[in-house]
């Protein structure tokens, strides 16, 4: 780019930036000048970045009203509410009657399709909660969604009623509310893909349970078949399977009372559980112990995979 063409450019850019402090500026602005002098030689190039930087920009609050106005009345509704809750300035600018200009006559509807909070805007009011009355903000008085399942105010099975006016279940799986249409058939209270997630993991937790209640029996089995001679871990596995059934039990009765919104049983199952560790802990040490750190016993004559499926049994029980 020519020289002069350059200049003109950069001047121009200095005048609409209009400095605070004009001195300085054009201090800066030789300054630079003289920095990308090479070798002596002056090659009449302003620096173009000292000249931005000597140009601070005036705040936003300098611009006139019309401008602020002609801006605010080109936004969303979401944007408008976001500036006015930004500061004091714009609190004072954005006058309810601003607001009732703008958006005259659809204020109302475009009020009813924000949510309050985080000012998403719904213009279906399917993602909304139905608005209360009696809240003083109302009609922005709607929480979106997600607002509204942060807040704990979604609770799984129970119904809720959208900002449509139609009633949803709340999903037990995702804890959002289930429309008509997105609900399963089978049970209204979950969505459709929600459902089968459910079942999936229904089905899973009985086949682990499944196991783990064989394990539980095979175990102690294993060790009254093969060590019935040695006392302490014939009493540990005994106790081991008495303490199964009786954290079984508590689950059981956990889940039959409702879950843990009537009867709270954890403290009790992790004590069962951890006394379970320690017995299984105990049986596994003997063992070990037995074969091999006392190879002189030679009266058990039990084959090492067998042994070995004791150890194996009860660390899975653990
Ligand atoms: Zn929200
Ligand atoms: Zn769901």
New binding site residues.
Partial sequence: MAPRAQNAMVMTLWHIRKPLDALASIYSLYNGRSKTTEGGRNNNNINMENIVAAAPPRPIFSLPDEIHMLIIGNLPFADIERLRRSCQFYRNLITPSLVWAIFSPNLRSTLLSHCYKCLRHDPDRTKLLCPDQLNPRYPLSSRCLDCASRDGYLVGGRKVVLANFTTAWV??????P?PWGDSSRVAPD??S??YSKFNTATNAFYLLGTIQAMVAIVTPALCWHLYARIPSIMGLSIAAFVVSLLSTAVSAFRVLSGGDRYLRTYHISVILEASLLAMWSGIIYTVIQQQVLLPENVGLRIERPNWYAVITFAAINM
Avoid: I, K, R, V
């Fill in positions: 999903c037990h799986w995702c804890g959002y289930a979950f969505h893909s929600c």
